[in-house]
């Protein structure tokens, strides 16, 4: 049973680049979120999304957004990328019904 | 969502027990108690949930006294594989909204 995967798993981009990161929930699970990771930091959200809706938003700029297909998958684009934009973007997936979340292995993002 | 304060770092020897206490003073009615584990570059792993008084399962035991004002995670005989980051969070029934702080840093010794 495959858990959460991401890809990739590392990626380096130059200020302005736009990027599409991707995520492939837990089998049976149906909603997927999305968090930035700076280092020696701890997680912050971005948003959640569920029946290819966003459900809920951080404090993450308009420059953030998401999508999730009919089969759960779902894909952060940021655009305008900013040297702050560098960090690990942590895709994580749940049951719409308070099960605890399975987080992937998340991309590393560099931006230069 | 409640705000948690925990250590910043733990040093432990292999075959103690862990005690890592967090604090989460303004806890609500619905929210529940809930820690996670991180490696370096890997995601949080999910380790305990709970509501109120002791929750035990293969790995950890949570233990939250009646005001739930704090909360300690208890690991018991740790090994070198239990060095990582335990994040304590305090989560709002039926939400993917976690709110994550910097979390304790658990080194283990030989």
């Known amino acids: 049973d495959a858990g959460v995967t991401q890809s990739p798993t590392h990626l380096i981009k130059t200020r302005g680049q736009q990027v599409t990161l991707r995520c492939s929930p837990k089998s049976g699970h149906d909603t997927v979120s999305w968090y930035q990771q700076a280092l020696g930091q701890g997680p912050q959200f971005i948003f959640q999304?569920?029946?290819?809706?966003?459900?809920q938003r951080g404090n993450f700029p308009d420059r953030f957004s998401g999508h999730q297909f009919p089969n759960y998958s779902s894909e952060l684009n940021v655009n305008a990328l900013l040297l702050g934009d560098s960090a690990l973007y942590l895709c994580?997936?749940?049951?719409?019904?308070?099960?605890?979340?399975?987080f992937g292995n998340g991309t590393r993002l560099t931006v230069t | 969502l409640a705000k948690t304060t925990q250590p910043i770092s733990m040093d432990s020897y292999e075959g103690q027990e862990v005690n890592i206490t967090c604090s989460h003073n303004?806890?609500?009615?619905?929210?529940?108690i809930t820690w996670y584990q991180q490696f370096p570059s890997q995601g949080p792993r999910f380790i305990i949930q709970g509501y109120k008084t002791k929750v035990t399962n293969e790995v950890a035991s949570l233990f939250i006294p009646a005001d739930r004002k704090s909360s300690t995670l208890s690991l018991p005989r740790v090994s070198l594989s239990d060095t990582a980051v335990y994040y304590c969070l305090v989560v709002l029934y039926n939400t993917d909204k976690l709110i994550f702080g910097t979390g304790t840093r658990l080194q283990v010794f030989p």
């Open positions: 303004n806890i609500a009615t619905n929210d529940y």
């Open positions: 994580a997936s749940s049951l719409f019904d308070n099960s605890p979340l399975h």
């Open positions: 999304y569920y029946e290819e809706e966003e459900r």
